[in-house]
Nanobody, 124 residues
Framework: EVQLVESGGGLVQAGGSLRLSCAAS????????IGWFRQAPGKEREGVSC????????YYADSVKGRFTISSDNAKNTVYLQMNSLKPEDTAVYYC?????????????????WGQGTQVTVSS
């Protein structure tokens, strides 16, 4: 059974940091790209970042570039999203997802498996 389990969300003040984790199981981790998406109330889902498990290549949305860092521990089948200098507009439910593609992209329709999401709230 494929599972993606996010953790690490919470409430933080603006300027603070959080690290999200996405633990994957049930598929060959090295063959997949892992992406992070977020959705705020009343807004469309936004692709935040992704990483290719095969070669470590990454992508960041302009809105988070320079503040967020994605990394992967293939031995643990876990992807992390380090979020620094958080802003109130980063408030959303954050989801990780897995896509059977070599070069990562944050096109949601390419992702086969999704986690349940973790809430991130940034207070001003």
């Amino acid at each position: 059974e494929v599972q993606l389990v996010e953790s690490g969300g919470g409430l933080v003040q603006a300027g603070g940091s959080l690290r999200l984790s996405c633990a994957a199981s049930g598929f060959t981790f090295d063959d997949y790209a892992i992406g992070w998406f977020r959705q705020a109330p009343g807004k469309e889902r936004e692709g935040v970042s992704c990483i290719s498990s095969s070669d470590g290549s990454t992508y960041y949305a302009d809105s988070v570039k320079g503040r967020f860092t994605i990394s992967s521990d293939n031995a643990k089948n876990t992807v992390y999203l380090q979020m620094n200098s958080l802003k109130p507009e980063d408030t959303a439910v954050y989801y990780c997802a897995a896509a059977g593609i070599e070069v990562c992209t944050v096109v949601a329709g390419l992702y086969d498996y999704w986690g349940q999401g973790t809430q991130v709230t940034v207070s001003s």
